[in-house]
């Protein structure tokens, strides 16, 4: 499975960025996908997740400005991040977890991360 990555970036805070995250390779379906986030010399978290139903998870510290969306027929993610803070600055990574075999025999696999940098 190959997660591509795309939309990171450098924005001034209150500004607005976009990620996109598209999923290839063989699996049957997509059960979770992801966003997470590293900071420098921090441990990565979680930023939001969203499940194949729709349900949806947020960080508290992002709710309100970021939201997590899903196209299942094209095994993408993206994450639309408004009102930009600096302290949102970090490598973003796609994270999912498939399918592989038949019935719930699953993996997870990461992008490679994105850079996003917001200046105040």
């Known amino acids: 499975v190959q997660l591509v990555e795309s939309g990171g970036g450098l924005v001034q805070a209150g500004g607005s960025l976009r990620l996109s995250c598209a999923a290839s390779?063989?699996?049957?379906?997509?059960?979770?996908m992801g966003w997470y986030r590293q900071a420098p010399g921090k441990q990565r978290e979680l930023v939001a997740t969203?499940?194949?139903?729709?349900?949806?998870n947020y960080a508290d510290s992002v709710k309100g400005r970021f939201t997590i969306s899903r196209d299942n027929a094209r095994n993408t993610v993206n994450l639309q991040m408004n009102n930009l803070k600096p302290e949102d600055t970090g490598v973003y990574s796609c994270?999912?977890?498939?399918?592989?075999?038949?019935?719930?025999?699953?993996?997870?696999?990461w992008g490679q991360g994105t850079q996003v940098t917001v200046s105040s």
């Open positions: 390779g063989f699996f049957f379906s997509i059960n979770v």
């Open positions: 994270n999912v977890e498939v399918i592989v075999r038949l019935p719930r025999q699953t993996a997870n696999y």
């Open positions: 969203i499940t194949s139903g729709g349900s949806t």
